[in-house]
Nanobody, 124 residues
Framework: QVQLVESGGGLVQAGGSLRLSCAAS????????MGWFRQAPGKEREFVAA????????YYTDSVKGRFTISRDNAKNTAYLQMNSLKPEDTAVYYC?????????????????WGQGTQVTVSS
């Protein structure tokens, strides 16, 4: 299994930027596809972004395209979510997730391992 720990959340004004990190345990990080999800108060968990295990392919939900960038550094066992041009509606708890990948593709669903979440608050 893999253990995930998010960091980098905080309070930022609209239009600002934050970079979230997801540190993974173990030495098999490169075998996992990674994703980012978020959950706002009173709402269901929402898919945000995904990256394949080799880092060459990404996928984003429409609301963050052009503003967010998912990346990974397999040598550091870390995935990232760079968030630019933040909007108040981006306010949520952000979770990273992992799924063991038998093929080198992005996974829109099927994540099995989850971090504890990090709060992102965007003020008007």
């Amino acid at each position: 299994q893999v253990q995930l720990v998010e960091s980098g959340g905080g309070l930022v004004q609209a239009g600002g930027s934050l970079r979230l990190s997801c540190a993974a345990s173990g030495r098999t990080f490169s075998m996992y596809a990674m994703g980012w999800f978020r959950q706002a108060p009173g709402k269901e968990r929402e898919f945000v972004a995904a990256i394949n295990k080799s880092g060459g392919s990404t996928y984003y939900t429409d609301s963050v395209k052009g503003r967010f960038t998912i990346s990974r550094d397999n040598a550091k066992n870390t995935a990232y979510l760079q968030m630019n041009s933040l909007k108040p509606e981006d306010t949520a708890v952000y979770y990273c997730a992992a799924v063991y990948a038998y093929s080198d593709r992005v996974y829109p669903e099927g994540y099995r391992y989850w971090g504890q979440g990090t709060q992102v608050t965007v003020s008007s």
